[in-house]
């Protein structure tokens, strides 16, 4: 069970981001899945692959090089932890700003409770605001800008 929830997970990756498979979506997240940690507001969770897709898409089109990277995982019962480190340069207007050209690396941990083959919860934590500060939208952690907008 833990290596199957695990492959699961490289896959999910793999097809959905890296190769920019839509399709894969359906086959494995849940259609009642949860996930926490991808839209604005921190008390909402997105819900199944219909509310999904478009946190998928403008993220795809503002990175159409957009590559994520599991660097460790880590399974127990019926959850995987996966480790990654996301890479891209943001040619696309996906995010709501015109494309900065500029090259991103960001970490971030994803949790996934996995059920009959599927992603049905998911608990995200990616450094959003490292993020934007490397495309020079807004302030680092220090208080300075990073980057200017371009």
């Known amino acids: ?5 695990k492959v699961l997970i490289y896959r999910w990756f793999e097809e959905v981001w890296n190769k ?7 086959e494995l997240l849940d259609p009642q899945a949860v996930l926490y940690g991808l839209s604005e507001d921190p008390t909402r969770a997105i819900r199944g692959p219909k509310e999904f897709r478009p946190f998928w898409k403008a993220f795809v089109t503002a990175f159409p090089d957009l590559q994520i990277s599991v660097e460790s995982t880590i ?4 959850k995987v932890v996966a ?6 340069t943001h040619t696309g207007d996906g995010l709501g700003f015109a494309a900065t050209g500029k090259r991103v690396h960001i ?4 949790i996934a ?3 009959d083959g599927r992603i ?3 608990w995200n934590s990616f450094d959003f605001l490292m993020l934007y500060s490397q495309l020079g939208v807004m302030k680092g952690p220090a208080g300075q800008a990073k980057h200017s907008a371009a």
């Open 120 to 122: 049905c919860e998911g």
């Open 83 to 88: 480790r990654c480190a996301v890479r891209g």
């Open 107 to 110: 970490n971030g941990i994803v």
């Open 20 to 26: 920019k498979n839509e399709a894969v979506i359906d």
């Open 113 to 115: 409770r996995i059920s």
């Open 75 to 78: 399974a127990e019962e019926d």
């Open 1 to 5: 069970m833990y290596v199957s929830n």
